[in-house]
Structure formats: C-alpha cells, structure tokens
C-alpha cells in the first residue's frame, strides 16, 4: 500500500485557494449576469458553479485517498477520488443541458445585452481560471486533479469567448451572439464531461487502465528468462494512480530460491514499464489445473521436462 502524502499536500493547498477564488467569481457572474441581461455570463456562473463542485469534491477526494489502509478498506480510500470525478462530471452534463435549453429560448426572444459589462467580467475570469488552471496543472496526474484541471481550461477558453462575443456585440448590435456563445460553452462543458464520464467508470468497472495495451503487459512478462507460460491475467486501477495486476505464470519445475529471481525479475519489469507496482503473482509448474476456467496449453517441452525432473 503506497500512501503519497508527500504529493497531496501540494493539491491540497491549490485547490483550497482554487475554491475561495471560484466561488468569488461565481458571485461577481451571478450579479454581472443579472445586471448585463447576459445568459452567456449566467453560463459561465453556471459553469463555475459546476467548478467549485468540482474543486471541493476534488479536495475530499484528496483527503480521503490520503487515508492510509485499514482492515475493513485494505486498499484504502483510493476509489473516494474516482467517484468524486464521476460525480463531478455528471453534474457538468446535467449543467450543459440546462444550458441549452436557456439558449434556445433566448434565440426565440433576444434580450438586450450590456456587452461592455460581459467584456470586463470576462476578462477578469480568463486571468483568475488561467491561473487556477496553471496551478492545477502541476499536480495533474491523478484523474480527478484532471478532471478539476479540465473544468478549469474549459472556463479560460470559453470566459475568453464571452470577451469576443461581447466585443462582436459592441460592433454589430447582434444579441443573438450571446445565445450562440452559450451553446459553444455548453458543448465544451458536455465534452469533458464525458471524457471523465468515460475514463471514471473504467476504474470503477476494473477496465484496463488508460493507455496500457494488456497484449503489451503480457509479451514484456513473457519476454523474462525462466518464464514459460502467462495466462489468467488481469490488470486495473485501484485509484486513478494506483495500478494493479494478478497472473498465473508457469516455470519450470526448480527450486524457491531461482523461482525467487524471476519474481523479482517480472516485478521490476512491470514497475519500471508499466508503472504497476501492486501485485500477485502465482508460479505453476508443468501441467497446470483448470484456473476460472483458464486452461494453461501444455507444450511437449513442458511435459518432458516435467518428467525428466522426477
């Protein structure tokens, strides 16, 4: 059980200034919005909100994954920061769609819009979520850190959006800018959402981790020395971080001592190129019985060999 406390403080600190800026500037939308008769502004309070769910979640997570193992969690909390994400990202798709609807209604009835206000409002949100943004970026290995991450790169882009749109009001007198803008922000919140969507449930079904090809894990064991066979083998993530992998491998009929180098062989392996560093390994030698209905193929090799050593 690996507890990185020396990396969750970092986080933790971040997402603590994160969340009094955000919720700050959720505010600052909500009044501006209001006053400017802008739904792009109450887009982005919208959008904000979702992000301050986002980062205090985020923050939970942080403290509970840094909880070390106990006998009834014996892999500890790490699982807390995946369903945080989940729940963080299913709030985001239920945000974009209310979205939507506000727009279409208001591309039926365009509202007068202070552009001048969305400019200067916005401005003042491109400065503070690029900088949330940068901070978070630092930290940005663990999928739910990401999913705060993500959350944070959309409202730069689509706060600097709204400073387009306000300065295409300003030049063309056209209101139904503000409704256009509001669909574009709301299909940016409802793409990364689903991309967190996507990646949580992964975890949370013990899908193979992103990025790790099982074919690739399963050449790279069989490739060391002594190792004869691999066969029911599985690989998944206990946290977004925290990689697991069980196999049966079959050797050779030797002694615990030389069955004890190819061990430590497999696991430097998977460690070093696959970042799996929780395992369990079986060793089986020569015929091998049915595992989960997991035939291991005899070779003629194997048997021989198998009678020679008796």
């Not at 502004?41 to 939970?60: K, R, T």
């Not at 401005?123 to 999928?143: E, H, K, P």
Request: with cysteine.
């Amino acid at each position: 059980m690996h507890v990185h406390v020396h990396r969750e403080s970092g986080p933790t600190r971040v997402l603590k200034i994160s969340l009094a800026v955000t919720l700050a500037y959720t505010v600052l939308l909500v009044v501006a919005g209001i006053r400017a008769h802008s739904l792009a502004l109450l887009s982005e309070a919208g959008h904000n909100l979702s992000d301050f769910l986002a980062l205090l979640l985020s923050l939970v997570a942080v403290y509970f994954q840094s909880r070390p193992a106990s006998s009834t969690k014996t892999y500890g909390y790490h699982r807390a920061g995946v369903l945080a994400a989940l729940v963080n990202a299913t709030s985001l798709v239920a945000v974009s769609f209310f979205i939507f609807y506000e727009a279409f209604r208001r591309l039926q009835h365009p509202q007068h819009v202070h552009a001048g206000t969305m400019m200067w409002v916005a401005a003042a949100g491109v400065v503070m979520n690029g900088a949330i943004a940068f901070l978070l970026y630092r930290s940005s290995g663990d999928v739910n850190i990401r999913s705060a991450l993500l959350h944070e790169v959309g409202d730069t882009l689509s706060t600097a959006a709204v400073i387009a749109g306000g300065w295409a009001i300003l030049v063309t007198g056209n209101y139904w800018i503000d409704s256009a803008l509001s669909f574009g922000i709301g299909a940016l919140i409802l793409w990364s959402g689903f991309g967190i969507v996507r990646e949580t449930l992964n975890i949370l079904l013990e899908g193979t981790p992103r990025g790790m090809k099982l074919e690739r894990v399963e050449s790279a064991i069989r490739a060391i020395p002594g190792v004869n066979d691999v066969h029911d083998l599985h690989v998944w993530s206990i946290g977004s971080e925290t990689h697991a992998l069980s196999c049966h491998i079959s050797i050779a009929d030797i002694p615990p001592s030389v069955s004890e180098r190819i061990l430590r062989d497999v696991k430097e392996r998977l460690l070093h190129d696959f970042r799996i560093d929780h395992t369990t390994i079986q060793f089986e030698h020569a015929i091998c019985e049915v595992a989960h209905g997991c035939v291991i193929p005899v070779s003629e090799s194997a048997e021989e060999h198998h009678h020679h050593s008796h």
